[in-house]
């Protein structure tokens, strides 16, 4: 039989009863399972989030970027929407201006000086917007924080450092504090999975405890070009697993931006996107978009000084923004008034139709884009792809009318002979 350490386990544990002691559990250890009590569903508290259905109270959430994104002006200009209660980044700040507590372990004080106040600029908030309900620390400044262990003597969570920041918590009545980054406030290999489950569980007691949410910044390991996801946290996978929330930011890609008709490099990567990646306790939503701008501080002499980078909300354009069922049946008109390839190296590229029925330019390079996207939109309804034979007698693809548009709906797949 395996023995049970039964040492301090009294203190834990009843006494257990005889029908225990017959199968060998110790006198000292006793565990009950305790019946459901069906509350009445009015009577259950409503989940209390703080920021859109990114920030749950009493949770943990992380933020997860690779290097050079922009997830600390992204941050940054998250703590100032809730200490302000102003949802300029276009999420809801739901039980109004919130308490925020920033520690920083990366930069010093100086340099989120002018990350902050940047931001602060380009959103309009001023002192007064935010009273004194934002709080900034910075590790290079001497507030450091390390809350685990490991060396010789084994891993060791120091229990004493959560109970002393969820003291701070409580006195401050902090609403949100966030940790930047993670992997700076323990000494523990970040690939050890038990060790960083452990390290994350006791960050969700604290955030329970001080009835707050606790935000964990942290990095991706190389991608290659892959989209972020929870799983490609870097080191252990149980620092997402453990929480309740991961916020994922993806820079635009290439297709992204033809869609939105950017086709400008330089423009393309001030782009990127925030999305929830575990949908745990929220619905699915859609990706929210954001651009990096920058902002002069005035703070040199003769039009020197520094350009800041700050983070501001963007709506994607749609390319079908604007059509309506004229110009619908304008496309189909033009469509069949001609012979047009699907190759947009053909001189009678179907986009050049498009693009007359539209009244748009077919060789500028953002409407292109666009176009390019219509016809994936559209290919396989309004319109569709025929293999035949051109004028010279090779097999090209063309493409020809499907379904004529009759109201303002979108038309419905066409079922025929095509490619």
Partial sequence: MMDIDTAGISELYPASTPELQQIGVP????ISAT???????ATIPQRSWLYGRYFLRATVAAIIAPGGIGKTIFEIATALALASGKPFLGKQVWEGPQRVWIWNLEDD????ERQITA?????GISPADCGDRLLVDSAMEGQGLCTATEDDGGFKLLRPVYEAVVAELLNRKIDVLMIDPFVSSH???ENANAKIDAITKEWARVAKRADCCVVLVHHTRKLAGVKVG???SRGAKALTDATRSTLVLNRMDNEEAEGFGIVDDEERRRHFSVQDDKHNRTPPEKADWYRLASIWLGNGQDGRGDNIGVVEA???PHATDGINIKDLRAVYNAVADGAWRESVQSPDWVGYAIATALNIDGDDAASKARIKHLLKRWTGNLLVRVKRKDDARRERVFIEPGEYPMDGAPPSKVERNHV
């Fill in 119 to 123: 931001a602060a600029i380009h959103h």
């Fill in 109 to 112: 004080a100086t340099e989120l």
């Fill in 314 to 316: 963007w709506t994607p």
């Fill in 35 to 41: 019946p459901f009590r069906w509350p009445n569903p």
């Fill in 27 to 30: 006198a000292e250890m006793k």
């Fill in 187 to 189: 000494q523990v290999d």
């Fill in 230 to 232: 929870a799983e490609a």
